[in-house]
């Protein structure tokens, strides 16, 4: 995946492949799951559609509930730019009647 593009959804730039690396590397995915699908019994869905960059980035910095707070002193501005083109890229899931274990 290539750099995002800076000013979309007025986040700075990020690179999702290096966001997928760093959501793993800083424990994101324990609560949120290896693709940001989030889960009812750890961590809400951050993917696709994550939240506006500025509460995103906000809440990461000085959350409200059971998360860790992810300071400046723990993970930089880039890594988190990073983490949310990660967030940006992921995929719609497929439509429920086109999962054939469904039918």
Known sequence: ASPQQAGRGGAPAGNAANGRKLFVSYGCYQCHG???QGSTSTGPRLAPRPL???QLSKYV???TNQ???YTTKVMSDADLAD???FLQNQPQPPDLDR????K
């Open 34 to 36: 290896y693709e940001a």
């Open 52 to 54: 506006p960059w500025a």
């Open 61 to 63: 910095r000085a959350p």
């Open 67 to 69: 998360m860790p707070p």
């Open 83 to 85: 983490i949310y083109a």
């Open 99 to 102: 999962i054939p274990l469904l």
